[in-house]
């Protein structure tokens, strides 16, 4: 039980503000993408019709603790992005912020 409560004082901060981020990960356009060609033929196939073009990429949610404004929150959800989510030879990020 202790330990129970311990993980619930972690939580709570001193403005009990969390916010999330939401990261968006995809190739640069200058890049071919396999599997979005891949899965846009396999929607062909089904029967689906209108598509020009299919790209595939990735999705983070990051949750952040209350200890950072809102300006430290972007500053390092972009440092984060650039340094670990992607590939910056290949990919391109975009995120917001939601309290």
Same mark, same amino acid.
């Given at each position: ?14 403005? $009990?503000?969390?916010?999330? %981020? ?5 190739? *640069? ?5 396999? /599997? #979005? $060609?891949?899965?846009?033929? %396999? ?5 689906? *019709? ?5 790209? /595939? #990429? $990735? ?41």
């Amino acid at each position: 039980m202790r330990g129970a409560l311990c993980g619930l004082a972690e939580r709570v901060t001193y403005n $009990k503000v969390f916010m999330t %981020a939401y990261v968006y990960v995809s190739l *640069k356009r200058s890049v071919l993408d396999p /599997q #979005g $060609k891949t899965i846009q033929g %396999a929607l062909q196939k089904m029967g689906y *019709k209108g598509l020009e073009n299919v790209r /595939q #990429g $990735k999705y983070f949610e990051l949750t952040l603790d209350g200890g950072l404004s809102r300006e430290e929150a972007q500053n390092e959800v972009e440092r984060i992005a650039r340094e670990v989510l992607t590939n910056p030879v290949i990919e391109e990020f975009r995120f917001s912020l939601a309290e």
